[in-house]
Structures are given as structure tokens and as C-alpha cells.
């Protein structure tokens, strides 16, 4: 059974920075690149970025860019997301999911339960 | 404001069609594949359309995607009170060099 399993909800003071975890389980971890989304409270989706844990390589949005590195340990089949110098608008639900097909970027047919992350001042 | 626009939200009765419209430009739905996620209050979203019009295995034959110059469409026929979520699309888009999504289709089942 293939399962994404994100590490608990996050209380943060703004400025600070926040690590999420995704571990993964019942495939080839380094088959599929690994996507990251958030949604604030009442809002739509937004992406946050890829990684390939086959080689390492990622992409960000401009918006992430400078704020949000994307990780995996490939031992462990565990993908990170850690995002810098949190605001209050940062406030959301983090989500890890699988890009489970080639043919199409935003096709993610896995999905994490869904860390939450609460920025205060 | 979210790239891909939907309507907000979107009523029918059990039994019904509803079709929820994506609208986009010549930058992401009319050169990349569309995608379409269910969302259920507290869960994480749910792929049901991926590659414009293709299902993953699971997914009830309900539901299908559509795909016409710069607007995508989800089609569900057979409403059931199951279905009562919040209805995503996304895409590449190549101007922003990122994926974009809707802001979300709330689809009550009266």
C-alpha cells in the first residue's frame, strides 16, 4: 500500500523557520518526484515546489524562491520542506503528494494527511 | 487571486449533472495537460481527473474531464450526497513556470 506519512501540526513564532516530513512507504521512493502544496485557512491550493529524489533536483515558484528548500533522504524514503523566516500569512496546511504520472506536471495521485502550521506573533 | 478561475460554489440534487468550469489562458490549460482533485472538509485533496480526461483506477466513470482551447470542464453525472466537496483544477502554467491551481468549486448536494 502506497502511504505518505507527514509529521505532526507546527506552532511558530514569525521569523522563525519550520522543517516538514514526509515519509513514504510501498513504492520505489526515487521513481517518483515528490511535490509540496499548501492551503490557507478557507483558500485554494498553491504549489510550493518539486523534488526528484533520483537526483536531487528541484523547482520552486519565484514567490518560494530564497525561502523554501526541498530535501529527501533517499535511506529512509523521507522527503523535507523547510520554509525560512515564517509570516503570519504562512499560516496553512502543508501537503506532500506523488507526481504519479510522466505525461503531466500537477497530476499528484498520492497524497500526505496534511501537516498544519499555525505562524503567531 | 488564483491564476485558474471556477466559480465559487455550485448546488444540484441528488441524481443530477454539474459541470464545473475551469477558465484559463493560452499559457497553462491551453498548452498543458488539466488536472481535477475532490476534496473532501479536513482530507487531503484526491486526484479523479488527470491528463485533461483520463481517470486513475478507483475513480467512478461519474466523473470525467474535458478540455476546449482555454477552459477545462468536470463533469459528474449521478449525483450523490457523497460528492459534496470542494472541487480543484491545476496545471502547468509556462509564463509562470509553476503549477497553478483554481481557487475551488464548492459543490453542495441538495
Known amino acids: 500500500q502506497v502511504r505518505l506519512v507527514q509529521s505532526a501540526s507546527e506552532l511558530k513564532k514569525s521569523g522563525a523557520s519550520v522543517r516538514v516530513s514526509c515519509k513514504t512507504s510501498?513504492?520505489?521512493?526515487?521513481?517518483?518526484?515528490i511535490t509540496w502544496v499548501r492551503q490557507a485557512p478557507g483558500q485554494g491550493l498553491e504549489w510550493m515546489g518539486w523534488i526528484s529524489p533520483f537526483n536531487g533536483m528541484t523547482n520552486s515558484p519565484r514567490s518560494f524562491q530564497g525561502r523554501v528548500t526541498l530535501t529527501t533522504d533517499t535511506s529512509t524514503s523521507t522527503a523535507y520542506m523547510e520554509l525560512r523566516n515564517l509570516r503570519s500569512d504562512d499560516t496553512a496546511v502543508y501537503f506532500c503528494?506523488?507526481?504519479?504520472?510522466?505525461?503531466?506536471?500537477?497530476?499528484?495521485?498520492?497524497w500526505g494527511q496534511g501537516t498544519r502550521v499555525t505562524v503567531f506573533s | 487571486q488564483s491564476v485558474l478561475t471556477q466559480p465559487p460554489s455550485m448546488s444540484a440534487a441528488p441524481g443530477q449533472k454539474v459541470t464545473i468550469s475551469c477558465s484559463g489562458s493560452s499559457s497553462n490549460i491551453a498548452d498543458n495537460f488539466v488536472s481535477w482533485y475532490q476534496q473532501l472538509p479536513g482530507t487531503a485533496p484526491k486526484l479523479l481527473i488527470y491528463d485533461d480526461d483520463k481517470r486513475p483506477s478507483g475513480v467512478p466513470d461519474r466523473f470525467s474531464g474535458s478540455k476546449s482551447g482555454t477552459s477545462a470542464t468536470l463533469a459528474i453525472t449521478g449525483l450523490q450526497p457523497g460528492d459534496e466537496a470542494t472541487y480543484h483544477c491545476?496545471?502547468?502554467?509556462?509564463?509562470?513556470?509553476?503549477?497553478?491551481f483554481g481557487g475551488g468549486t464548492k459543490l453542495t448536494v441538495l
Open positions: 491545476g496545471t502547468w502554467d509556462r509564463g509562470l513556470s509553476a503549477v497553478v
Open positions: 510501498g513504492y520505489t521512493f526515487t521513481r517518483y518526484d
Open positions: 503528494a506523488r507526481e504519479g504520472y510522466d505525461s503531466s506536471e500537477g497530476a499528484y495521485d498520492i
